[in-house]
C-alpha cells in the first residue's frame, strides 16, 4: 500500500538539565514510519514542522498515495505546515481515504476531537471508552488505535542490558508525578528520573529497569484525568516489569497481577514498589509474562496492521 504520512518527525523537548530545547526524532517517526516500512508499505512521511517540500498537494499529486494516514495536533504553533484545507478536500472528494491518530482524548474530545475528526474518512481514539462519544456526537467511522511500540528500536530481549537499575521513570515532570516521587523519596525509594531524553537512551533505560514507572494523569487541562499513555508498551517492550498508575480500561490490554501492576496513590505505590523489590523473581515472571503478551498484541507492527485492516473495512 501507498501510505503518505503526516505528521512531525520530530519535536522540541527540553533536555535534560532544562537550559535549552532540542528537538528529537519524535514516537511517531519510530512507531509508525519505520514499522509501516517495515511491513513493506511504501511510505512517504510530510514533516509537519519541517517539510522537505513544503506543497502538500503537489506531494500528494506526484506521490498518489492509497491512504493519507495523520497525526494531527491542531496547535500551528508545534506544527505550522499541517495541511487542513488539503485534508478535509480530498476526504471530501472521496478520492483518497483519510486517517486520523488521535493522542489526548480524554483532555482534548471535548474542545477539539469531536469537531476535528470530521475532517477524516476514518479516525482512532486510545480510549476504549471514548467509541462511544464519538458516535453518541454521529461520528461512527471510529476505531480504537491504541499505543504501542516498535522493536525496531527495542531489540527483543534488549541486548547486552543488564538490569542495573532498581526503578525508574522516563517522562516529563508535573505536579502530581513531583508529589509521587516526592513520597517515595520519603519511604527511602531512590529511583532514576529521566526527562529530556531521546527515545534511544528512554528505551535503554527501561530496558536497564528492575521496575518500570508509569504516571497515568494528564494535568494539561488542569483536571488531572487519567489516561492511556505510551509507557505502558515501551517499558514491557523492553521486557521489563511496568507498574503503573491505573487509568480505566486497561484490563483490555493487560492482564493486572499477572503481566503488569497497578498503583492508585501515593500509598499504593511505595507499598507495591517495596514488595516488588523484595521479590525480585515476582518481577522476573511479570516482566516476561508482560513481554509476551506485548508481542502479541501491542507491537507496532502488529498493532499497525490491525489498524489498517479496520481502516479498509470502513
Given at each position: 500500500m501507498k501510505i503518505l504520512l503526516v505528521m512531525n518527525k520530530t519535536l522540541w523537548r527540553s533536555s535534560p538539565d532544562g537550559?535549552?530545547?532540542?528537538?528529537r526524532i519524535d514516537l511517531g517517526f519510530w512507531n509508525v514510519y519505520v514499522p509501516l516500512m517495515s511491513l513493506g508499505h511504501e511510505v512517504l512521511l510530510y514533516d509537519t514542522i519541517n517539510p522537505v517540500e513544503p506543497d502538500f498537494d503537489k506531494l500528494l499529486e506526484t506521490f498518489k498515495p492509497d491512504l493519507i494516514w495523520c497525526c494531527m495536533t491542531g496547535n500551528r504553533n508545534i506544527t505550522p505546515f499541517e495541511p487542513w484545507e488539503s485534508i478535509a478536500r480530498e476526504t471530501e472528494s472521496g478520492r483518497t481515504k483519510t486517517f486520523n491518530w488521535f493522542c489526548d482524548d480524554t483532555w482534548r474530545f471535548d474542545k477539539w476531537s469531536n469537531q476535528a475528526c470530521r475532517a477524516f474518512n476514518v479516525c482512532s481514539t486510545p480510549e476504549p471508552s471514548?467509541?462511544?462519544?464519538?458516535?453518541?456526537?454521529?461520528?461512527?467511522?471510529?476505531?480504537l488505535g491504541a499505543w504501542h511500540a516498535s522493536t525496531e528500536i527495542c531489540p527483543i530481549p534488549p541486548q547486552g542490558v543488564q538490569k542495573s537499575i532498581p526503578i525508574s521513570f522516563c517522562g516529563a515532570p508535573n505536579?502530581?508525578?513531583q508529589q509521587m516521587m516526592f513520597h517515595l523519596k520519603q519511604q527511602g525509594i531512590e529511583m532514576v528520573y529521566f526527562y529530556g531524553c531521546s527515545t534511544e537512551d528512554m528505551m535503554l533505560t527501561h530496558g536497564a529497569s528492575k521496575i518500570g514507572l508509569n504516571f497515568s494523569r494528564n494535568m494539561s487541562d488542569g483536571t488531572g484525568k487519567t489516561q492511556m499513555k505510551a509507557r505502558m508498551f515501551e517499558i514491557p517492550a523492553a521486557q521489563t516489569f511496568l507498574l503503573t498508575e491505573y487509568t480505566p480500561n486497561l484490563e483490555q490490554f493487560f492482564?493486572?497481577?499477572?503481566?503488569?501492576?497497578?498503583?492508585?496513590d501515593a500509598v499504593t505505590l511505595?507499598?507495591?514498589?517495596?514488595?516488588?523489590?523484595?521479590?525480585?523473581?515476582k518481577i522476573n515472571e511479570m516482566a516476561i509474562?508482560?513481554?509476551?503478551r506485548f508481542l502479541k498484541q501491542h507491537e507496532s507492527r502488529v498493532r499497525l496492521t490491525s489498524v489498517l485492516e479496520q481502516i479498509n473495512k470502513l
Open positions: 537550559n535549552v530545547s532540542v528537538p471514548y467509541i462511544k462519544k464519538y458516535k453518541d456526537i454521529g461520528y461512527d467511522n471510529i476505531i505536579v502530581h508525578r492482564n493486572i497481577g499477572t503481566e503488569i501492576d497497578c498503583f492508585h511505595a507499598d507495591k514498589v517495596k514488595y516488588y523489590l523484595n521479590n525480585e523473581t509474562a508482560g513481554h509476551k
